[in-house]
């Protein structure tokens, strides 16, 4: 069965703080690794991976991937209260060939 | 954002009722999918569609029937709704084969009563 594992699935920091978070798939037929940001509304896309090893970055937020060990991390330096969110991991693949997402971590940041 | 709406954003019903819910893009996107977000499950697919009249189902499709007539609309209908449909449902539409990326609706929040 195709799973797709986040951890932890909450996290509290205070601003300030570097945080990673964890996610692990076991999918088939795996094309890509996919990060979102959930506040009080829709997910909105983060980073898409595809290769091994290429970090993406987008200002203090930053992700790798790593297909030999099926696992990606999404690590956010100097977090700041705006940063509290759910993220969301999600894989490509499956026998239907589409995203199968994690639970998601819960991040609170402190002031 | 993506180009997508949905309609109605809020929804109260009793059980036994017929619900349609509707999701309008209006970026030409080839796929659409239905998702249902509960606490503790993350998000789940209930049905996608990879064009006009062409739909399958996902992980949760018991219960839930699709409709896409239109590129821009695609319909998900419980045909009689449960207490266990209460979810937030989002939309997401994706661009074309070559693209991963789904884009989302700002959901349904649906009460079955």
């Known amino acids: 069965e195709d799973k797709v594992v986040q951890s932890p699935l909450s996290l509290v920091v205070h601003e300030g703080d570097t945080v990673t978070l964890n996610c692990s798939y076991e999918?088939?037929?795996?094309?890509?690794l996919l990060w979102y940001k959930q506040e009080k509304k829709a997910p909105t896309f983060l980073f898409m991976l595809?290769?091994?090893?290429i970090e993406k970055k987008s200002g203090r937020l930053s992700s790798i991937l790593d297909k030999k060990e099926l696992f990606s991390i999404l690590n956010i330096t100097a977090t700041q209260t705006g940063d509290s969110a759910i993220y969301l991991c999600?894989?490509?693949?499956?026998?239907?060939?589409?995203?199968?997402f994690g639970k998601g971590t819960k991040l609170s940041v402190k002031p | 954002d993506a180009g997508i709406t949905q309609s109605p954003r809020h929804k109260v019903t009793e059980t036994g009722t017929p619900v349609t819910l509707r999701c309008h893009q209006t970026?030409?996107?080839?796929?659409m999918y239905w998702y249902r977000q509960d606490p503790g499950h993350g998000l789940r697919l209930i049905h996608y569609?990879?064009?006009?009249?062409?739909?399958d189902k996902g992980e949760v499709s018991d219960g839930y029937s699709v409709s896409r007539s239109k590129t821009e609309d695609f319909l998900l209908t419980l045909e009689s709704a449960t207490s266990s449909q209460t979810s937030v449902y989002f939309c997401?539409?994706?661009?074309?084969?070559?693209?991963?990326?789904?884009?989302f609706g700002p959901g349904t929040r649906l009460t079955v009563l």
């Open positions: 999600a894989a490509y693949g499956g026998s239907q060939g589409n995203l199968i």
């Open positions: 999918v088939t037929n795996f094309r890509s």
């Open positions: 595809t290769s091994s090893g």
């Open positions: 970026e030409n996107h080839r796929y």
């Open positions: 569609s990879y064009g006009v009249k062409d739909t």
């Open positions: 997401a539409a994706r661009r074309q084969d070559y693209t991963d990326t789904q884009y």
